[in-house]
C-alpha cells in the first residue's frame, strides 16, 4: 500500500478525531516529512484534512472523494474501473473504448463538459454536485429488448438510495428518478449495433445522479424540477463510493438474467404514472392520455381522450399533477 493511503487508513480510523504527526509517523514507520507530503497529496484529492501544529491532522467526516481503489474494492463483479475528474461525457469515452478495445468497465466522474442526455439535451454536470457514471458491457439481448437496460439501472439507483438514505424512490418512465416529485437522477442508455443480426455490439448504460445542490444552485430551467440526494449535507464520508458500487453491483446481480425481466415489479411498484393523466410527447405533437398499466415489456399502456390505446415503447411523458 502507498504512503498515502496508509496514512488515509489511520486518519479513517480516527474520523473526526485528531491524530498527531508523531502518532502517524512512528505507527507508520515513516518520517515526519513524507507524513506532511501524503497529508498534501490527499489534501489535493479533495480530502478535508485540518492540521493544527499543538494537535496534528483530523479528517473531516464531510470529505467525500471519488476513489477508483475504493471503489475497486466495493465492486463484486470483474470489470475495469477508471475514475476521472473530469471527462467530456463518460457515455462518450465509454463508447470510444467500445469501438477501439472492449473491455466490461466501469467509468466514473466528478464532473462532465459535455453532459449528454436523452432527446439530444444537455445533462448539467457540475463538479462537486453530482456523481457521474456509465457501464460499458456486452448484453446477449436483441437490440429491440434495449429497454431492460435502462429499466434495470432506474430498479438498481432505486432500491439502493432507498436503502442507503430510507427515502421513497419513484420511477418517471422510462428513465427519471424522484424524490418528492423531483429527479434525482437520469439514465441515458446507448449502444452500437451489429446490422447482420439485430445484436448489440456493446452498450452503454449511463447514471447521472445528484448528489449533493450545486453551490450555485441547479440553473434556472431545471430548478423547479430537479432535486439532489443529500442537498448541503455534509456529513457524507465516502457516499458517493459507495453509492456508485451499491448500484452497480446491484445492477450486475440481476444483469446476468436481465433477458427474463426480472426487475419488471420492483419498476412497476415505483412507477409514478400508472392511473395518471400524462402529456405524451412525440416528435411532432403532444397529446394527453390516461396510463393505463405498464407491459411486461415496460412499455407504457396509455388510453387517449378519442379512447385509442397505444403501447408505447419509447418516448417521454409529463406527468400533470
Ligand atoms: C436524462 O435525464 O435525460 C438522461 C441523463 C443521463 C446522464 C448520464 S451522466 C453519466 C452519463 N454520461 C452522460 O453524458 N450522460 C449519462
Not at 49 to 63: A, F, N, P, V, W
Not at 115 to 124: D, I, L, P, S, V
Not at 272 to 301: C, P, T, W, Y
Request: glycine share 6%; charged share 25%; aromatic share 8%.
Amino acid at each position: 500500500m502507498i504512503t498515502k493511503d496508509k496514512v488515509l487508513n489511520v486518519l479513517e480510523e480516527n474520523i473526526n478525531e485528531y491524530v498527531s504527526g508523531e502518532d502517524l509517523a512512528s505507527k507508520l514507520n515513516l518520517s515526519r516529512t513524507a507524513i506532511w507530503k501524503a497529508i498534501k497529496t490527499l489534501k489535493g484529492r479533495g480530502y478535508k484534512i485540518e492540521s493544527i501544529t499543538s494537535r496534528g491532522y483530523r479528517l473531516k467526516d464531510s470529505s467525500d472523494v471519488l476513489s477508483e481503489d475504493k471503489i475497486k474494492n466495493l465492486i463484486k463483479a470483474n470489470l475495469n474501473v477508471v475514475v476521472m475528474d473530469s471527462v467530456d461525457s463518460t457515455n462518450t469515452y465509454a463508447k470510444r473504448i467500445g469501438e477501439e478495445s472492449y473491455e466490461p468497465t466501469l467509468i466514473v466522474a466528478n464532473s462532465q463538459t459535455r453532459g449528454k442526455g436523452r432527446m439530444g439535451r444537455f445533462f448539467y454536470s457540475p463538479k462537486g454536485s453530482g456523481v457521474y457514471f456509465t457501464l460499458l458491457l456486452k448484453p446477449k439481448i436483441d437490440i429491440s429488448q434495449s429497454v431492460l437496460l435502462t429499466t434495470l439501472a432506474a430498479v438498481s439507483v432505486a432500491c439502493e438510495v432507498e436503502k442507503m438514505l430510507g427515502k421513497e424512490v419513484k420511477i418517471k418512465w422510462v428513465n427519471d428518478l424522484l424524490i418528492d416529485n423531483k429527479k434525482f437522477c437520469g439514465i441515458l442508455t446507448e449502444g452500437s449495433i451489429s446490422i447482420e443480426n439485430s445484436e448489440l455490439n456493446y452498450a452503454v448504460i449511463g447514471i447521472g445522479i445528484n448528489v449533493y445542490s450545486p453551490a450555485k444552485g441547479f440553473p434556472k430551467d431545471i430548478s423547479n424540477i430537479a432535486t439532489s440526494l443529500l442537498g448541503s449535507s455534509n456529513i457524507s464520508y465516502d457516499f458517493k463510493n459507495k453509492l456508485v458500487a451499491n448500484v452497480v453491483n446491484n445492477f450486475m446481480q440481476t444483469y446476468s438474467n436481465i433477458e427474463k425481466s426480472p426487475h419488471l415489479n420492483a419498476y412497476k411498484q415505483r412507477s409514478i404514472a400508472i392511473g395518471k393523466i400524462v402529456n405524451v410527447i412525440k416528435l411532432d405533437k403532444e397529446e394527453n392520455a390516461k396510463v393505463l398499466d405498464l407491459g411486461d415489456d415496460f412499455s407504457l399502456i396509455v388510453e387517449y381522450e378519442d379512447g385509442s390505446i397505444e403501447n408505447l415503447k419509447n418516448g417521454e411523458i409529463r406527468i400533470k399533477i
